[in-house]
């Protein structure tokens, strides 16, 4: 599957923005999908997952009450709604997806070793 990240930009913090993540390829809905976020200097991490069919999603703690991811598997896309931006949010955004986890509840959504398909990135900054 080949996943193509956008929505990324520059805002200041309090505000909102909406990312994106195009499938093409497979059967979305065959597919775990979630972001991560690599800010400069620090390793990637995750933000947030959801199943098949986006009945369960996963937050980072970071996030929890101010992102929410959602997907509409009629139109192979992913969302990531973040409100209430902060300066450390700001990174560059990837989206991901993988087949492997094959049970609902998993921890396996929070690791990236569990993804293999990933976008090209959005950047996201955020400014004071």
């Known amino acids: 599957v080949q996943l193509q990240a956008s929505g990324g930009g520059l805002v200041q913090a309090g505000c909102s923005l909406r990312l994106s993540c195009a499938a093409s390829g497979h059967t979305f809905n065959g597919y775990n999908m979630a972001w991560f976020r690599q800010a400069p200097g620090k390793e990637r991490e995750f933000v947030s997952g959801i199943s098949k069919s986006g009945g369960v999603t996963y937050l980072a703690d970071s996030v929890k009450g101010r992102f929410t991811i959602s997907r509409y598997n009629a139109k192979n896309t992913v969302y990531l709604e973040m409100n209430s931006l902060k300066r450390e949010d700001t990174a560059v955004y990837y989206c991901?997806?993988?087949?492997?986890?094959?049970?609902?509840?998993?921890?396996?959504?929070?690791?990236?070793?569990?993804?293999?398909?990933w976008g090209q990135g959005t950047k996201v900054t955020v400014s004071s």
């Open positions: 991901a997806a993988t087949r492997a986890i094959t049970t609902v509840y998993s921890r396996d959504y929070y690791r990236s070793m569990t993804y293999n398909y």
